[in-house]
């Protein structure tokens, strides 16, 4: 199997069921293994089988269905603004039709209008264009949904329009003009004209929804400067490769993802992050494609290529996201899926009803009404109401740093009861300091040993102590067989003597002198970690760790928020209950391993609650992925980032209560948005049937109605 992923850009999606033919027809090839569209954004991803289904086949297929399918790059971006010629040219013959449908009715209208207007030939002549040539597509999308069994909101439009074009057409041949009854061209061109009106503002109100991808596709420099051969040469961005040196000038953003290999400067990262505040950079620190450099000459060692980038992981991280569909959307699918062959049947008993009870003999009539009832259940709205919801509001998370992998994971923060925090490098800064050192024999040789293997660690707590060796042993040994014991420690062979670095300690190996200690420091908050060497306790270190910011704030809010925070630490219990009482947190739980957290988060869920859980460790990865929301900061372990659901990059407590509450308004927005789309199909149906409204004003609400649910969605996008 050669399995591959493209993106792809489609045009004419206009509703639910477009999106659903699609992803129905594609599914059903041989060698697609997976597709997901959303009608928001216009964008499908299609995994595949290369060998089987290559993806110019793919794009045929949705070409076939009425469609018009282009690859994307791999960032996602191929689309382009709909060519507004047809409309112009739609407007311009339906402003004559619809003077001579005013002039019925209006004194000073008839007078203003030109006597052409109001030949019949004429209108004929107007409309057939429109009905036709700028109507064609809905010809071609209607025929194909009908060969899929299937029918979308184009059916009823070409149903709608092509009934008052071919009964006016009969009128005016089966009547002399000295008695030409009232026509109805005008009714297929209005139609038609307006639902292209309202497609290509909903179009640039799509645009607009998903403002911040376009925003950051924006952000990549196209040509950038290398040295080469000692020389500055400008070279375009998609040549870099690896290992090449990039000088990046001040003012000039970032374009690539790499290492500083010399300068220094600082530099605006917070089109990534949401913070505000430049960060210092030197000579190792990394920087990454889209910041802003702000005084200093940077020269960047190149260490991902373009496709790599954190920019592009973002881009395509918010894309996927919003090609996944939420629990509530799929309701809506199903809804809409019988929606229009209901309609249709509601139309022909509107007709019946007419011509036989409400107005008997009256055809002109009874069509109106039916061609009303068509036009005004089109369910775009319905179609809408969570795509645009969920574009907006991935791409306001995004803007401040937090990143969900599917859209489900928005509907299921918005509905946590309980957040389980872990505590070190989450509540806490991580940026741990050795504060005490006990060794029993000899203190170099501990630290020589200790340095060894704490060199491999990748907890804050192991970092610490092995920049503490560092400082204070000038060469330290080789460590061999390191092995890093999720929620335990990490032990290694150095000299060939085994030493076992961990928080956990064996209450007999304790001497009274050094229990005194230990308890000592247990009372002042710090983290204990004892060192073993061939099974036998040769040292204790000290470590302490403070409080970020923002945590204490963050708890208060999350309280407010009726969501119970409870702290789930490896760390010791005098640490873990300082910590806990120092932010008013009331239940927690200290020496826990990464099956002690994975259970709590279990026990939780089985009492009925939903639980987000919040770590950075390897020791939290169990607990993250059984959890209803999992979420990680992205300087944590790379397991644990793996194992979440929703991703930050700002590293501060404040960017996940923002996320709880742009859930909580998403969710807010999306019941908006479909109480709107079933009110208004509720009450202008009925109005339709006993013609209240006609098919003008019909028309008219019904793309009024995709715009007003757009609108709503667009309002998450200055959420704060």
């Not at 045009?11 to 293994?33: P, Q, T």
């Not at 002549?125 to 999308?141: H, L, S, T």
Request: some cysteine.
């Amino acid at each position: 199997m050669n399995k591959k992923m493209a993106y792809v850009h489609i045009d004419g999606i206009h509703c639910a069921n477009c999106v659903r033919r699609i992803e129905k027809s594609v599914a059903k090839m041989d060698g697609v293994l997976e597709i997901a569209v959303n009608g928001a954004t216009n964008k499908g991803k299609i995994v595949f089988d290369d060998k089987k289904m290559p993806l110019e086949q793919i794009m045929k297929r949705i070409d076939s269905l009425g469609y018009r399918a282009k690859e994307a790059n791999h960032l996602g971006d191929a689309s382009k603004r709909t060519n507004p010629f047809p409309l112009l040219v739609s407007i311009v013959l339906t402003v004559p039709l619809m003077m001579a449908m005013s002039a019925h009715i209006n004194e000073f209208v008839a007078t203003i209008t030109p006597k052409l207007f109001m030949e019949p030939l004429f209108q004929f002549f107007a409309a057939f264009p429109i009905q036709f040539i700028i109507g064609r597509p809905f010809y071609e999308r209607a025929f194909s949904a009908l060969k899929e069994k299937t029918a979308n909101m184009d059916v009823l439009v070409v149903l709608s329009t092509t009934i008052a074009f071919f009964y006016s057409y009969f009128l005016m041949i089966t009547h002399d003009k000295s008695d030409m009854p009232l026509l109805y061209f005008d009714t297929s061109g209005f139609i038609i004209t307006i639902i292209l009106l309202g497609r290509h503002l909903e179009q640039r109100m799509k645009e607009k929804t998903n403002f911040f991808l376009k925003h950051l596709l924006k952000k990549g420099r196209k040509h950038i400067t290398i040295i080469e051969d000692g020389m500055e040469k400008t070279v375009p961005l998609e040549t870099v490769q690896k290992g090449q040196i990039v000088i990046v000038k001040p003012g000039e953003q970032i374009p690539v993802d790499g290492e500083v290999i010399a300068g220094s400067s600082e530099v605006d990262e917070s089109l990534l992050t949401g913070e505000s505040v430049p960060v210092p950079k030197n000579t190792s620190s990394f920087v990454f494609a889209g910041t802003l450099n702000h005084y200093g000459v940077l020269y960047v060692k190149v260490t991902k290529e373009e496709h790599e980038t954190l920019l592009a992981h973002i881009v395509k991280t918010v894309q996927d996201a919003q090609l996944k569909k939420a629990d509530i959307e799929r309701i809506a699918d199903r809804v809409t899926a019988y929606f229009v062959p209901v309609i249709i049947l509601l139309a022909v008993f509107t007709f019946i009803l007419s011509y036989f009870i409400t107005a008997p003999g009256l055809v002109d009539e009874a069509l109106v009404k039916m061609i009303a009832v068509l036009i005004v259940a089109c369910p775009c709205a319905l179609g809408l109401a969570t795509p645009a919801s969920i574009v907006a509001a991935s791409g306001r998370g995004a803007q401040f740093g937090l990143f969900f992998k599917e859209a489900k994971y928005i509907e299921n923060l918005s509905s946590i009861s309980h957040i389980v925090l872990d505590k070190t490098g989450t509540m806490t800064t991580g940026a741990f300091q050795v504060t005490d050192v006990y060794a029993i024999e000899d203190d170099r040789r501990l630290l020589q040993q200790v340095g060894a293997v704490e060199k491999y660690a990748t907890h804050p707590v192991g970092k610490a102590i092995y920049q503490h060796a560092k400082k204070n042993v000038a060469k330290m040994p080789e460590a061999k067989q390191v092995n890093v014991l999720a929620g335990t420690g990490i032990k290694g062979i150095v000299d060939g003597d085994e030493v076992f670095i961990t928080n956990q300690v064996e209450a007999k190996s304790l001497t009274e002198p050094i229990k005194t200690l230990v308890d000592r420091w247990k009372g002042e908050g710090k983290t204990i970690v004892y060192v073993y060497v061939n099974g036998s306790l040769h040292g204790v270190f000290s470590v302490s760790d403070q409080i970020k910011p923002d945590s204490l704030v963050a708890i208060q809010q999350l309280k407010k928020m009726n969501i119970k925070p409870i702290i789930a630490s490896g760390d010791h219990e005098s640490a873990t209950q300082a910590l806990a009482k120092r932010l008013g947190i009331f239940e927690y739980y200290a020496s826990c391993s990464p099956h002690d957290k994975a259970k709590l988060v279990e026990s939780l869920k089985q009492k009925g609650s939903k639980v987000a859980m919040v770590g950075d460790g390897i020791n939290d990865a169990p607990a993250l992925a059984l959890a209803d929301v999992g979420i990680a900061f992205s300087s944590g372990a790379g397991l644990a980032v793996q194992s979440s659901d929703v991703t930050t990059l700002s590293n501060q407590m404040s960017t996940i209560v923002q996320g709880i509450v742009l859930s909580r308004k998403t969710m807010r927005n999306i019941k908006q948005n479909f109480l709107w789309a079933f009110f208004y199909n509720v009450l202008m149906i009925p109005f339709a049937m006993f013609g209240v409204i006609d098919p003008f004003v019909a028309a008219m609400a019904m793309a009024l109605s995709s715009l007003t649910v757009l609108m709503n969605a667009m309002r998450l996008s200055r959420s704060r």
